[in-house]
């Protein structure tokens, strides 16, 4: 797997976009920081830069230094409920697209090895968004996804590392200013 890793790290550095298997579904990604290579990921769906996308991390410590006005509280959501995503008010060093207008950003900490390894060596958040056109059907397998995106993406990770992904779309929660926490999607 590290030789396989080297070469994702290195295509996401560059600027690429990978088509890689999370712990939910097929995702497009790539380095959350490097605001061409976002948009290179907006323009493969076809994505309006006001939609948003979330971030994978490997540590809540990370989400930390992306995000601001975290506490103990949240660390423990990310830490024991599986597989969620939590929008924060405020995310920090990332690129438009990335953080939503409103200033908001969303994280997730994929427990599967294969993101898990991915993450703690490229050591940045990682772009994860459902592997389709925007307004297209979702593909939950590698199988399902169309040669459109395979064609436009940099890398195509093997479908040997997709390691008991869920096949279906994580939990979401807000974090509003005032700690609430809502559900936005069960």
Partial sequence: ??????????????????????????GLGCDATN??????????????????????VDNFETIQKYANGLDERMKFL????????VIIPEGKKMAKGVINQNGSAAFRIPRVLFCQTLLKVFKKPLVSTSANVSCCKTPFCFNEITEEIKQAVDYIVPEKFEQNATHQPSRILLLKETKEILVIRD
Wanted: charged share 30%.
């Fill in 35 to 56: 605001e061409q290579a976002v948009q290179k990921l907006f323009g493969i769906k076809k994505r309006m830069e006001d939609k948003s996308v979330i971030c994978l």
């Fill in 78 to 85: 990310f830490e024991n409920e599986k597989p969620i995503t």
């Fill in 1 to 26: 797997m590290d030789q396989e890793i080297e070469k994702i790290v290195a295509v996401l550095n560059a600027g690429g976009v990978i088509l890689y298997p999370t712990d939910t579904i097929w």
